[in-house]
């Protein structure tokens, strides 16, 4: 049984990994060798291996046989049934929502968009992104779909970090944000849910179009 301080560490350590790759230090295919791994995060082995198991249920690393790991290479079908899990999913949660927003929820959207104006480095600005949707989701009150909805928003983070279409659409995706986010100051659910769905199918068009 894992200790306390243990889950720590493989926390640690899979955040540390998620950033390195997610920033580009290390890229699709690239092996993701333990020992050295261990040297650079300061980790021992084991929360090593857990963090890297975890990664891969994200779908950010693959494991290589008995060969250790690697980062993974998108997979068009899987940032395909990404995308379509999140236009069913976040829909729900941003129903389920917006009749509870405060001032405050919407006090943490603006803040994650304005902290993302400026940024241009592709995980922070992936971290932005999960803020701003993550402030207009959590009144919904709905952990497991919270949970789920984090996941699926940490994987296509990969692939879209990887096709950089986070950052080349910045400023196309600050202005649907923006959309988003007056109406659900109005009140208005059919309105948000347009732009929320608007902007997950533009998201998924522009990482067709580039390559990873």
Request: charged letters at 30%; glycine letters at 4%; hydrophobic letters at 40%.
């Given at each position: ?15 540390q ?11 699709p ?23 890297l198991q975890s ?21 068009p ?136």
């Amino acid at each position: 049984m894992e200790t306390y301080t243990e889950k720590t560490q493989v926390h640690v350590a899979a955040e540390q990994i998620r950033t390195l790759i997610l920033d580009g230090t290390y890229r699709p295919g690239q092996p993701l060798r333990q020992e050295a791994l261990s040297e650079r995060l300061k980790v021992s082995r084991t929360p090593l291996r857990h963090a890297l198991q975890s990664l891969a249920e994200e779908g950010l690393v693959e494991t290589v046989g008995f060969k250790g790991a690697r980062v993974a290479r998108p997979d068009p079908n899987m940032v395909r049934d990404l995308f379509d899990m999140r236009l069913l999913l976040e829909p729900l949660a941003l129903k389920s929502a917006v009749a509870h927003h405060t001032k405050l929820d919407f006090a943490r959207a603006e803040m994650a968009l304005d902290a993302a104006d400026t940024e241009r480095d592709p995980h922070r600005l992936s971290q932005r992104n999960w803020e701003f949707h993550h402030a207009l989701y959590r009144p919904s009150d709905r952990p497991t779909l919270m949970r789920t909805i984090e996941q699926l928003n940490r994987a296509s983070a990969f692939a879209e970090a990887i096709a950089k279409s986070i950052v080349i659409r910045s400023e196309k995706s600050a202005a649907e944000h923006r959309e988003l986010l007056e109406a659900c100051r109005n009140g208005d659910m059919d309105g948000a849910i347009l732009h929320l769905t608007k902007h997950l199918q533009l998201a998924y068009h522009d990482i067709q179009n580039l390559e990873y």
